[in-house]
């Protein structure tokens, strides 16, 4: 049984934990097979003219540690492992930005042999950029909205294993190091 | 032996590739520092466009084909436009192509500042990578500024180009072409005199000249080993064959050597530019092409911002190519590195693989350090990047 204190304390720390989290949230950017021109302008929004880094989000280089995973690209069949590696690796609130018209819906791409086309079919999207590629100002404004869905507290999406996706198999895939 | 064998780690990075245009799988065998052996597996983005070509008609591929590559995607236009011009023996107008090669060379700026600012990146020198960046915004807004678009410009029509320049803009862009020189000209002193840079440029990665004509190495990587390579030069196609172009050349053939290479191709960039603009002829800028396209087999070469670039096309007489065939530059200096490898230091890596310049705009790769005896160990890309700034600190 909880006391009342303790459920105090707890939404007392939640509070700050997403007061935190909302400042400052670190992204992770994966490629998933695109064509490089939205990852350049995803870097180039850390560049000097752009700079997101003064709103707080950094870029950087491990999953384990990263808030927001800002994908891009049509989810090559030979990246989607690694794409649900990644998304897995991730520590628990986890948010994902779809960049591009190739991670929204194939884009270009769209009937290729090797792509599945939509990123939310494979991981739980939450906000969609569109664009190809989207104006580094899109994908500044792309993050804000998030940061503003989760003021008004919004929850994380539930993950599920997709299972409509031909020749793959999670279990068979995942059960490497991680 | 066998005890000795047993030491020997090998290390693997990619193929989790964030933001590269052709992932590869390296593994590097090490035995201590020094690199032994190296291999590369490629294919993690492999979308099938080729394939798609032959299902969406000449006009949709051209679209489809830009999105080969996100740095270089006007050249890619250009190869296939050009090919299938030639089989339907149309020629475009001198104007078009005069553009086509001003979009080529502003492409060629963009593409290398920004290899520029990552390989110093890569080097742990940050601050000269925000510098570049900050320049290379300049080209972005000309880009921009002519064609709508900061990435994908689509400057290219069958028959010609859809966008035409004006007093206004050339005025302009010439303007920026001097604010970029004299930046350059910075990034020269910085590159041949700045002592920490040299460090881990000067002397590594040395590829000599037979090596890298054996190797088929092109673009900035043969040349700066004293390759004559250079299709602008070779075997001029479109605008090039008005306006032609110096080759650079280097013969140390070293990292230092790629960076000088590059850098001496940003001034033969801004000097073709202005000439372009001083002596583009009005008239037309594109002319009418039927939308079938006799049959035929065509092959198309270019030089893109990292070497040459292979198209052959082949049209069945319908609106739809029978097959495309693309050849990347990266592809062909991937071979390259394998070889540029052995012998060096693992810290060496990092930037001995921006050297050759792959589309590099990735940091988030990981590492595995595996070996017989021991758990294996991950390490990043962003680690070992920190692992080679450390080790030369
Ligand atoms: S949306 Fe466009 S620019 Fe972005 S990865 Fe896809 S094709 Fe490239």
Redesign the interface.
């Given at each position: 049984m909880r006391t009342d204190s303790e459920n105090y304390y707890n939404q007392i720390v939640n509070k700050l934990k997403n007061w935190a989290r909302i400042n400052s949230p670190w992204a992770?950017?994966?490629?998933s097979?695109?064509?490089?021109?939205?990852?350049?302008?995803i870097?180039?929004t850390l560049?000097?003219?752009y700079d997101v880094e003064r709103l707080g989000i950094k870029l950087?280089?491990?999953p384990r540690h990263a808030d927001v995973l800002i994908a891009?690209?049509?989810v090559?069949l030979?990246?989607l492992d690694?794409l649900i590696?990644?998304y897995e690796q991730m520590p628990d609130p986890k948010y994902v930005i779809a960049v591009g018209s190739c991670a929204l819906s194939g884009?270009?791409?769209d009937?290729?042999?090797?792509?599945i086309g939509d990123l939310n079919k494979v991981i739980p999207v939450d906000v969609y950029i569109p664009g190809?590629?989207p104006?580094p100002e899109a994908i500044i404004f792309g993050v804000v909205q998030l940061l503003d869905s989760l003021k008004k507290g919004k929850k994380p999406a539930k993950f599920v294993v997709p299972n409509d996706i031909p020749d793959f198999k999670l279990e068979e895939k995942s059960n490497g190091?991680n | 032996m066998t005890e000795a064998k047993k030491e020997k780690f090998i290390v693997p990075i990619g193929p989790q590739h964030p933001a590269l245009k052709e992932p590869g799988n390296f593994e590097f065998t090490v035995d201590g520092e020094i690199v032994t052996d190296a291999t590369v597996r490629l294919g993690f983005v492999h979308r099938g466009i080729e394939k798609a070509c032959e299902t969406r008609n000449y006009t949709q591929d051209m679209y489809l084909l830009e999105r080969v590559c996100g740095i270089c995607s006007h050249v890619h236009a250009t190869a296939f436009v050009l090919g299938v011009e030639k089989l339907a023996g149309v020629q475009a107008p001198p104007r078009a192509e005069a553009i086509r090669v001003l979009a080529a060379e502003l492409e060629r700026i963009h593409s290398h500042l920004l290899w520029f600012g990552v390989a110093a990146h890569e080097a742990g020198f940050d601050t000269l990578f925000m510098y570049t960046w900050r320049d290379r915004e300049v080209v972005m807004d000309i880009l921009e500024t002519l064609s709508g678009s900061r990435v994908h410009y689509s400057v290219n029509i069958l028959g010609g180009v859809k966008i035409d320049i004006d007093q206004k803009l050339s005025d302009l862009i010439k303007k920026d072409m001097d604010f970029l020189e004299e930046r350059t000209e910075h990034y020269m002193k910085v590159v041949t005199t700045d002592e920490t840079f040299l460090g881990r440029t000067r002397g590594i990665g040395t590829l000599s000249r037979d090596r890298a004509k054996l190797l088929g190495a092109v673009g900035p990587t043969a040349r700066a080993s004293g390759v004559k390579r250079d299709v602008r030069v070779n075997a001029p196609y479109s605008g090039y064959k008005e306006f032609p172009v110096k080759m650079v050349i280097d013969q140390t053939g070293d990292l230092e050597a790629r960076f000088v290479v590059r850098l001496k191709e940003l001034y033969e960039s801004y000097r073709l530019i202005r000439e372009i603009l001083e002596k583009i002829q009005p008239g037309e800028i594109s002319t009418r092409i039927k939308r079938k396209i006799p049959e035929g087999e065509v092959i198309s070469r270019v030089e893109a911002p990292r070497g040459e670039l292979f198209y052959f096309i082949k049209s069945n007489g319908t609106e739809m190519p029978d097959r495309v065939k693309v050849r990347t530059p990266s592809l062909c200096n991937w071979g390259t590195i394998t070889d540029v490898a052995v012998g060096h230091k693992l810290a060496d890596m990092p930037m001995l693989l921006a050297g050759i310049d792959p589309c590099f705009s990735c940091n988030d790769r990981m590492v595995e350090i595996r070996s017989d005896s021991q758990p294996s160990q991950m390490m990043n890309w962003d680690g070992l990047r920190k692992y080679g700034i450390e080790y030369y600190k």
């Open positions: 992770i950017h994966f490629n097979g695109s064509c490089n021109g939205c990852d350049i302008e870097l180039a560049t000097p003219r950087q280089g491990s891009t690209g049509p090559t030979q990246a690694r590696r990644v884009g270009v791409f009937g290729c042999y090797s792509v190809c590629p104006r190091n | -």
